[in-house]
């Protein structure tokens, strides 16, 4: 069986914004964020900002929580 994952056009741009600005990557931002690579078609820009959230995590930046959502 299988599915098709049609993500919003700026969804990977409204989720690398909300991470940015709160610091962590959710269970939510997770299932994002896995939906847009295997949905197998990003943009250059769409993998620089994925590239950037995963360094933001290898350097700490960035702290992955497994909450469903951050509430600020």
């Given at each position: 069986m299988?599915?098709?994952?049609?993500l919003l056009p700026t969804a990977l741009?409204?989720?690398f914004a909300d991470v940015t600005s709160s610091g962590h990557i959710t269970l939510a931002d997770r299932y994002g964020l896995k939906a847009a690579i295997l949905e197998g078609c990003l943009t250059e820009e769409e993998q620089t900002s994925l590239d950037r959230l995963l360094y933001g995590v290898r350097r700490g930046r960035l702290q992955i929580v497994d909450e469903i959502s951050v509430v600020m």
């Amino acid at each position: 069986m299988c599915h098709q994952i049609n993500l919003l056009p700026t969804a990977l741009s409204d989720l690398f914004a909300d991470v940015t600005s709160s610091g962590h990557i959710t269970l939510a931002d997770r299932y994002g964020l896995k939906a847009a690579i295997l949905e197998g078609c990003l943009t250059e820009e769409e993998q620089t900002s994925l590239d950037r959230l995963l360094y933001g995590v290898r350097r700490g930046r960035l702290q992955i929580v497994d909450e469903i959502s951050v509430v600020m």
